[in-house]
């Protein structure tokens, strides 16, 4: 497949490994204009070949063979929407995270997180709830701007909403052009650390910690799968922005939760003690927001040379939008996606979250590369992801597998567990390999609730 050998390349992996690849499975779960299905095939082949390669490197056994199945990765990608506990679905978005028609065009907003919800209101003079009054006057408000106007009244606030662009208008933009001049992804070195000795072990990231300083949603993604390998991910959230339970129940999966507010000595020093045994880091804030904490990656590599850090941003870290906020919606709507998959009347919208599932996956995969890499080679390893290198090789360079759209079923790729939340359906993990995990070996916690300590604490 295209897409996984480009993916693979870019990853910087041997290209033998791809005849190791089988397909299969019905591939009609992601509908699309884009080849939404090709990207969600070509991330995760390439995410379970970096996990079959790093088993080998494990166990001194020949890399195992990789099966990807089109309606297993389509049921993961659809993971967020597809969750229940009790039967309860969770409803993904606020009433005021939607499409609104400004004076001359859309705009897409985002307000899941109270915090988010707060400066938008604000920006738009509305009340301070999600009533039909506030609904009524936000609509309002931007009825008598313009796309643009909204947009930059929005960010001024802190708040989010993008004016809706065409692919054009984004790839003439200063952001598009040098989002254009990047790769898919970047892997580098930036020291001399000596060589990861990865004892024997029958899962890839058995004895690995990770330090999980991400949100909603690629990174969570990418740090499930961590955890499906066997590493012990930590999850650490500030105290004054709260996640989801509901996103959690979704991609907490084989993790533990704790809080840390990293502006205070106290918890900074608990989590300089947790980074002083981590193996990887993992972030996905804008960039800026823990640098100020004194966690770049040369500063992180000097306290602990020989990490993998792993860097997930929205819009890149360059142009005149490095700092500012983002989420897969958004995103879609800012580079052109809207537009293509809409309609002359209305913007339209991706099959699921796949900017975010996808670039999850390639995060990941860039892990156990790097981690593969170490082993050989050493050195601390940076990793780096935007989820709009994603859309332009979505766009750009994949193109739609030929062959026949077969149904697609995802309830065989569902399964039930008991939880401290209740029962809960999730989706099954679709990286396979011979001798991989089915599962994971845990459900999610309650979040933020387990002690800011590796293990089973």
């Not at 089915?438 to 590796?454: C, E």
Request: hydrophobic content about 45%; aromatic content about 6%; some cysteine.
């Amino acid at each position: 497949m295209a897409g996984t050998s480009q993916a693979w390349a870019a990853l910087g992996a041997d290209a033998a490994l791809l005849e190791r690849v089988s397909y299969g499975g019905a591939s009609g779960g992601l509908p699309a204009r884009l080849p939404v299905m090709e990207l969600a095939r070509a991330t995760v082949a390439v995410c379970s070949i970096a996990a079959a390669e790093l088993a080998s490197l494990r166990t001194g056994r020949p890399v195992p063979r990789v099966r990807v199945d089109d309606e297993a990765v389509a049921t993961a990608f659809l993971s967020d929407r597809l969750v229940r506990v009790d039967g309860k679905a969770w409803s993904t978005f606020s009433p005021l995270s939607r499409f609104w028609r400004a004076a001359d065009g859309w705009v897409r907003t985002h307000a899941n997180y109270p915090h988010h919800r707060a400066r938008l209101l604000d920006a738009l003079g509305a009340p301070g709830d999600i009533g039909e009054e506030a609904v009524d006057t936000v609509a309002r408000t931007i009825a008598g701007l313009t796309a643009l106007e909204v947009e930059e009244k929005v960010y001024a606030r802190g708040g989010l909403a993008v004016a809706a662009r065409g692919p054009q208008d984004w790839a003439q933009s200063e952001q598009g052009v040098m989002v254009a001049g990047q790769p898919l992804l970047t892997t580098t070195r930036i020291d001399e650390a000596p060589e990861r000795m990865l004892g024997n072990a029958a899962l890839p990231c058995a004895g690995l910690r990770v330090l999980d300083l991400t949100r909603v949603l690629a990174g969570p993604v990418a740090t499930r799968t961590l955890a499906l390998l066997g590493a012990d991910v930590l999850r650490i959230d500030a105290p004054h922005l709260p996640e989801s339970q509901e996103a959690h129940n979704d991609t907490g999966m084989g993790k533990r939760s704790t809080t840390l507010d990293l502006a205070q000595a106290t918890d900074r020093n608990v989590f300089g003690d947790l980074l002083h045994t981590a193996d990887v880091v993992v972030t996905g804030y804008r960039p800026g927001a823990l640098e100020r904490f004194g966690l770049t990656p040369e500063a992180l590599a000097e306290r602990r040379p020989g990490l993998v850090i792993a860097q997930l941003s929205a819009w890149g870290r360059y142009g005149p939008w490095h700092e500012r906020r983002g989420f897969d919606s958004l995103v879609q709507v800012a580079t052109g996606i809207a537009a293509l998959e809409g309609s002359p009347d209305s913007p339209g919208v991706l099959p699921a979250q796949a900017l975010d599932h996808g670039t999850g996956y390639l995060l990941a995969a860039g892990v156990l590369r790097a981690l593969t890499e170490q082993h050989r080679t050493g050195g601390t390893r940076l990793i780096r992801l935007a989820l709009t290198q994603t859309v332009h090789w979505l766009v750009h360079d994949l193109a739609p597998a030929p062959g026949e759209v077969e149904i697609f079923d995802a309830e065989r790729w569902l399964t039930e567990t008991d939880s401290p939340m209740g029962r809960l359906r999730h989706a099954l993990p679709p990286l396979s390999y011979e001798g991989g995990p089915t599962n994971w070996v845990r459900p999610p916690g309650l979040w933020g609730t387990n002690a800011p300590a590796w293990g089973g604490a």
